[in-house]
RNA sequence: GCCGCUGUGGCUCAGGGGUAGAGCAAUUCACUCGUAAUGAAUAGGUCGUGAGUUCAAUUCUCACCAGCGGCUCCA
């Protein structure tokens, strides 16, 4: 058996989740069945149960899944016409599975699996028999809305998984430890990058000083290397009136997601304000300062901006969901001339920025569309939104991208090319995204002229380079353990003398360093170096720099990285350059 | 917001209806030390917050707050 196979390795565990509702359905027969598919990793199955499975309940349906597997049931797929179908669940008195038979086309074949006395309406394809099945976990219990709607019962999930042999599941729990221990959320905080307060509420970080200096070193990298690229600074407010929003239409569309000051009932009589969720509107304003010719664009707009968004409360973790974070934001207001060489150039920059911190080969691209369905959502005409996106398709194709087409996944405005990332439980979030909107510039009343003399809205990109930095630095923490590349290290080297009568040489050392820009401290604490160098290699430290008797009497320093452990002793000035060309440079 | 788990000194955790312990960290002293933990002493907690039950609550119940895993939503 391959389980390198993906379509193999998915039929398995959708087999196994067969198994685990066959186990529920034995010990708790009045359990409802939901859906059960597999999953990047493993499977879940979706109960409507009385309660939620507590951890001995999930022990005894692993015990019951071990019975089923010993029995060998085979897995019989039959069809049956539509009508039958429907009996059989109502029979059975599946609620659930009827309103997914009601749901398929008329022309769709109805299938089933039986395994002994179990029967499930799916369309496998599944294991032989059960037996197959070897090594079994539950992992988990979770509430999840039927068909994934919070206007539905929230059902009881498990998800659990499955191996061919023991030691592949001892070795998936033995890494899952692994990442675990690399949880930005975790690190982050034992490392002192960021801390939460109870008195300053959830989702609002501290940046504590080695959390706020990493982040200062990519906003100066991504601002400087944005003005080489022909961007503009702009620092616009964080806060406007509510006329602003309705223009831009996030009061009809995005006001659940503000902060908003004042009572809009009374907007007659008073000042109603909202922190802003996004900056377009207000890079718009400074668009509109002017008249402007085709000659002014591309016009490019970049801020490191603070954006403040009301998450509801089980949304919020570590530094990847907040409540207020900074984006590398910017509009390129254009013509539509110009719309697929800076659209192409914007997903450029922001490869280039993956490709410097590091995370390039960790995203996948997705190509977010609108829901024709669901209207209510979006601004705009269908045939703008046609416009738009096949704009965008037709520049991604262009590009020789991999992309994933989600529909629905679109902003109110237009759609979004989003970078992907997976955090160190493999749950995705969007790092990067680049946006094409045709509707905005018109709500504004933005204009330029053309060459004929008319006056003509032009096209808006909304895009961002290195993301929000939080969220960025939260990835950044998880990839590299903690132990950030030289050049984005808050604490490149830690000075540490042997005894205290090595101290004043130690601090001249780490000053000779510091004005060569290097980011060097002294560890002074009256200790042995053996202590000294385990507690800068558990702070992640990327050089030790030891002073004692012999490096003080030779003027040369004994060097210890992280990664290459002792490298003997070094010239200080051979350390300056070492040290300097691989910050400068860059070396992930 | 919804389902569930968790909350004991700065950190990791033990305990449990009769007002609390350990290790690390901190402070002080001694040692002046050569590549992942020197030793000793001292100090530090109204057991997340607020109600309720009780003669008595950190322990039981409820609510709230915060952290975690999901769902929904999203950068």
């Known amino acids: 058996m391959d389980f390198n196979d993906a379509d193999l390795r998915s039929r398995y565990w959708h087999t196994t989740s067969h198994i685990m509702a066959h186990a529920v359905k034995r010990l708790y027969p009045e359990t409802r069945l939901g859906i059960g598919p597999s999953i990047d990793q493993g499977f879940y199955y979706d109960f409507d149960h009385e309660t939620t499975f507590s951890p001995d309940e999930l022990k005894n349906i692993e015990q019951e899944m071990k019975k089923i597997i010993r029995e060998k049931l ?24 009827i309103e997914l038979i009601h749901d398929l086309p008329e022309d769709e074949v109805i299938s089933f699996y039986r395994q002994g006395d179990f029967v499930d309406l799916c369309s496998g394809p599944h294991l032989e028999h059960t037996g197959q099945v070897k090594a079994v976990k539950l992992t ?10 919070e206007k539905n019962k929230m059902l009881q999930r498990i998800y659990g998984i499955s191996f061919p042999d023991r030691q ?15 949880d930005h959320n975790k690190l982050g905080r034992e490392l002192g990058f960021f801390t939460t307060t109870d008195y300053i509420g959830q989702g609002l970080p501290i940046m504590l000083p080695k959390g706020a200096k990493v982040l200062q070193i990519l906003e100066r990298f991504v601002e400087d290397e944005e003005e080489k690229r022909g961007y503009q600074l702009t620092k616009t407010p964080f806060l406007a009136k509510s006329d602003l929003y309705k223009i831009s239409g996030h009061w009809q569309h995005y006001q659940d997601g503000m902060f908003v000051m004042g009572d809009p009932e009374k907007e007659a009589e008073e000042e109603v304000l909202a922190l802003r969720p996004m900056t377009c509107p207000f890079q718009f304003q400074a668009y509109l300062q002017k008249t402007r010719s085709y000659r002014d664009l591309p ?26 974070f900074t984006i590398s934001e910017g509009h390129i207001i254009c013509t539509p001339e110009h719309l697929d060489k800076e659209f192409s150039d914007s997903l450029e920059l922001a490869r280039f920025m993956l490709k410097t911190i590091g995370l390039y080969e960790d995203v996948s691209y997705r190509f977010s569309l609108w829901d024709p369905k669901d209207t209510d959502k979006y601004i705009g005409s269908a045939a703008q939104w046609d416009a738009a996106q096949s ?26 090319l989003d970078i992907q990332i997976r955090n160190v439980f493999g749950k995705e979030d969007t790092l990067i995204t680049v946006q094409i909107d045709f509707q905005l510039a018109e ?18 990109i909304h895009r961002t380079s290195i993301g929000c930095y939080e969220r960025t630095l939260a990835l950044l923490i998880e990839k590299y353990a903690g132990a950030l590349p030289l050049w984005m290290a808050p604490e490149q080297a830690r000075v540490l003398p042997i005894s205290e009568k090595h101290i004043t040489q130690a601090e001249q050392l780490a000053e000779k360093l510091r004005q060569h820009g290097l980011r060097v401290t002294v560890d ?19 050089y030790m720099l030891i002073l004692g008797d012999q490096e003080v009497e030779a003027g040369t320093v004994s060097v210890r990285s992280r990664k290459e452990g002792d490298m003997g002793v070094m010239p200080v000035g051979d350390l300056i350059n070492r040290l300097l060309r691989e910050s400068n440079e860059r070396v992930n």
Do not use: C
């Open 74 to 97: 085979p897995l019989e797929r039959f069809e049956l016409p539509r009508q039958e179908a429907l009996d059989l669940m109502e029979e059975k008195g599946e609620i659930y599975k």
């Open 140 to 149: 988990q219990a979770a509430g999840a809305y039927w068909r994934g709607s």
């Open 168 to 182: 592949m599941l001892i070795d998936y729990i033995q890494q899952q430890a692994e990442a675990r221990k690399r």
């Open 299 to 324: 016009i490019r707009y970049s801020e490191t901006s603070t954006l403040f968004r009301n998450e509801s409360s089980g949304e919020m973790h570590g530094l990847i969901r907040v409540r207020q």
């Open 391 to 416: 704009a965008m398709r037709r520049i991604l194709d262009h590009m020789d991208l991999d992309y994933t087409v989600a529909d629905g996944e679109a902003a109110f405005y237009g759609p979004k």
């Open 443 to 460: 709500r504004f009343g933005m204009t330029y002229t053309d060459k004929e003399g008319h006056k003509q809205h032009p096209f808006i």
């Open 524 to 542: 002074q604490r009256d200790e042995k170096v053996g202590k000294k160098i385990r507690e800068a290699q558990m702070d992640k430290l990327q």
